[in-house]
């Protein structure tokens, strides 16, 4: 039962350009968002997040965007680097939930 | 480097086999968390400790347990191995009970190749 879901398995980007990763998601009690990112032969590491009160959150380079009525967030890297190339989870919990819900991975390659 | 360490990196075994993961937590971190993740797929959440206690349980087999002991390092325990037990398990801590309460910590992972 995946309940959270990254459909673009990839995206591919040139530097300095905008990456846009997409995550839907079907659980309506999911009250708090997440993005992770990992690097090969590396655990993920957590990047940015959002809780459902919010329809935004920046952090530098790193904007994730929250759309409650159509159950969709998005993260947007503005500019892309050679850095952010990595694999980007999206994750998703109920307050007072002991566990997190994740997509299952978008792929990022920024093209110098 | 997150201050998760988990043991071994790698681990080749054969079916029915039993192997065991270990973790240990970040330094003050009181929650251990276990994820499993198989080709092309998410992380799929096993269970969570905390404090010693088991918190909440996931999409664990029942071939599949773990604990945490008092000095909260925790460990996985497979048994009776199948070839589509073969996936990346991490590990990750937290401070706090609930995930999202303050962010998770993963280790590296350990590879499980059953053949």
């Known amino acids: 039962d995946q309940q959270v879901k990254q459909n673009s398995p990839s995206l591919s980007v040139q530097e300095g350009r905008i990456s846009i990763l997409n995550c839907d998601y079907t659980?309506?009690?999911?009250?708090?968002f997440l993005w992770y990112k990992k690097y090969p032969a590396e655990g993920p590491t957590f990047l940015i997040s959002?809780?459902?009160?919010?329809d935004k959150n920046e952090d530098g380079r790193f904007t994730v965007f929250l759309n409650k009525s159509a159950k969709h967030l998005s993260l947007h890297i503005v500019p892309s680097q050679p850095g952010d190339s990595a694999v980007y989870f999206c994750a998703a919990s109920r307050s007072n939930d002991y566990k997190l819900s994740f997509g299952a991975g978008t792929t990022v390659t920024v093209r110098a | 480097d997150s201050g998760v360490t988990q043991t071994p990196k790698h681990l080749i075994t054969a079916t029915g086999q039993r192997v065991t993961l270990r973790c240990s937590p970040r330094?003050?971190?009181?929650?251990v968390y276990w994820y499993q993740q198989s080709l092309d797929q998410g992380l799929q959440f096993l269970i969570q400790y905390y404090n010693g206690e088991e918190r909440a349980k996931g999409n664990i087999l029942e071939r599949f347990s773990a604990q945490q002991f008092p000095d909260l390092h925790s460990e996985l325990n497979l048994s009776s191995l199948e070839l589509g037990d073969s996936a990346l398990y991490f590990c990750?801590?937290?401070?706090?009970?609930?995930?999202?309460?303050?962010?998770?910590?993963f280790g590296e992972g350990s590879r499980l190749t059953v053949l």
């Open positions: 330094s003050g971190d009181l929650s």
């Open positions: 959002i809780s459902s009160i919010k």
């Open positions: 659980n309506s009690m999911f009250d708090y």
């Open positions: 990750a801590s937290s401070v706090g009970g609930l995930p999202h309460t303050g962010e998770l910590f």
